[in-house]
Nanobody
């Protein structure tokens, strides 16, 4: 059983930084994809960033240059470093995982999801 657990959310003022973490357990495959998504109140869920097992990344235009997705393979942990945060980044952030796939993008249909961690950015 695959488990995905996010942590690191919180409240910050505009211009500040946060780092989200995601612990993924329950599988070990050579190929996989991991991603961060977010959903603001009254809006649809949107892709923020993805990374595959080769380290290739994709970013939403709205976060390009401000957010960085990375992974620690030894600890099966995914990170999202968020800098220069804006009020419009306020949302519930979700981590997602999908084993046995070589590549993915923001529109990929991930199989496993965490419960989410709240990020609130005040102006």
């Amino acid at each position: 059983q695959v488990h995905v657990v996010e942590s690191g959310g919180g409240s910050v003022q505009a211009g500040g930084s946060l780092r989200l973490s995601c612990a993924v357990s329950g599988y070990r495959y050579s190929y996989y994809c991991l991603g961060w998504f977010r959903q603001a109140p009254g809006k649809e869920r949107e892709g923020v960033a993805t990374i595959d097992s080769a380290g290739s990344t994709t970013y939403a235009d709205s976060v390009q240059g401000r957010f960085t997705i990375s992974q620690d393979n030894t600890q099966n942990t995914l990170y999202l470093q968020m800098n220069i945060l804006k009020p419009e980044d306020t949302a519930m952030y979700y981590c997602a995982a999908h084993p046995r796939v070589r590549s993915c993008g923001l529109g990929f249909n991930f199989a496993y999801w965490g419960q989410g961690t709240q990020v609130t950015v005040s102006s």
